[in-house]
């Protein structure tokens, strides 16, 4: 069967701070939403050819795919209410 699931990249690394203290949040959203979006955590270091990709220049970033579209981003450390606004239009 295939995943039609819209997909969250969380792009951090271990040496960001904020993207340390976003993880918890991020992570949360992928238990709240699993049956209607997939959330995969990237370093973006061990994968700075998808990075650079996804114009990803700022850690913590999420990028929101859908259909292998980027359909939405943020940059820098957000809040949960942000992530809801962002992913809200593309869940079902």
Not at 8 to 35: C, D, Q
Request: proline share 4%.
């Amino acid at each position: 069967r295939r995943d039609d699931r819209p997909v969250l990249l969380f792009f951090s690394n271990r040496r960001s701070g904020p993207a340390r203290r976003m993880s918890s949040l991020v992570a949360w959203i992928g238990v709240t939403e699993k049956k209607r979006l997939r959330v995969v955590e990237v370093d973006a270091e061990a994968h700075e050819q998808l990075a650079r990709a996804l114009r990803v220049s700022t850690v913590p970033s999420l990028v929101l795919l859908k259909g292998r579209k980027v359909v939405g981003r943020l940059d820098g450390r957000v809040t949960g209410h942000e992530i809801n606004r962002l992913i809200r239009p593309h869940v079902s």
